[in-house]
């Protein structure tokens, strides 16, 4: 059993279907950093543990140009172009 953790106010939570996986990591993976101060640590230490664990992949980083408006349709659509996967690191 999978459990997803959802931070948003669900006080009835959605049911959700998870696509089903290969079990293979490969492609290229889009970090994008929210420009809050430390993300770039964590999304550091990422880029390092998926190069050391999945050999098959590309990382590609971003930065939105601040944290206190939405993601730019510009940046948006780059990542969407050019990533297979985007994770969006948050942390203070």
Known sequence: MTTILDPTDERTPVERQITKRSGALAGVIGLLDISKPRGNVMLDELERLLSAK???????RYTKPTYTKPCPDTL??????????????LAD
């Open 54 to 60: 999945a050999p098959d992949i590309t990382v590609r």
């Open 76 to 89: 948006r659509q780059q990542m969407r172009d050019e990533c297979d996967f985007v994770v969006e690191g």
